[in-house]
């Protein structure tokens, strides 16, 4: 996770010079700006964009947890305050934290940590890969046909009609479809095109002859120069 962006909002300039060093010393922490003008910070913030503020809650003008109701969406507070009054409405306004001046490293680091875990929970996972079917359905003379993906040898193009020839039956299932679309539907990561007519299952070639042509099932299937670099790239990943 990269550093957590933050401002830091406080009327009293040697404050913000204690906070800055604060900040300077936790790795986890990059500060964007600093203000002692709440009203200049509410005009900055949604220009600087920050994850977290440390916001001083007594300021003239507009004080913190005014200005709090004014961050862009997204931005987390810790007041910062020397007046423990507040400390009560600072949770109303769904606060990370509160630190009672004059504040101690120690406790700036366990607010700011805090800080980190939310913003660790909070960030988007990625979403896991689809899970790839192990069968699909062909249309064969009119009814659906299931076919395991394991079972299949290669496809075969022949003009608007794929052959698809499996392991389990002597006879290719014959289906109405583009060597375009087979290619489309069938996971890239388990079959390859390696020539205009023909589309591999890669677990299983036989062998590679000398030309750089396949056998798959006792039959050579030509590669040609345009779908070579892809398949000489497999062969490059999986060839000790």
Known sequence: MEALKCVIVDDEPLAVKMLENYVARTPFLSLAGAF???????????????????????????????????????TRIIFTTAFKQYAFESYEVSALDYLLKPIRYQKFLEAATKA????????????????????????????????????????????????MHLASE?????????MKNMEEQLPADAFLRVHRSFIISLD?????TRDGDVIVAGRLIP?????RPRFEEYLQQHSL
């Open 36 to 74: 002692t003008d709440s009203m200049e910070a509410l005009a900055q913030l949604p220009v600087l964009q920050p994850q977290l503020v440390f916001l001083d809650i007594q300021m003239p003008d507009l004080n913190g947890l005014e200005l709090s109701h004014m961050v862009p969406a997204g």
């Open 116 to 163: 980190q875990q939310w913003f660790a929970r909070e960030e988007p996972r990625p979403a896991p890969p689809p899970a790839v079917p192990a069968s699909f359905f062909l249309k064969v003379d009119g009814r659906l046909r299931k076919v395991d993906l394991a079972d299949v040898l290669y496809v075969e193009g022949m003009k608007d009609y794929v052959l």
């Open 170 to 178: 002597k006879q290719p299932l014959v289906t109405h479809s583009t």
């Open 204 to 208: 299983r070639i036989d062998s590679v």
């Open 223 to 227: 590669v040609t120069d345009s779908y």
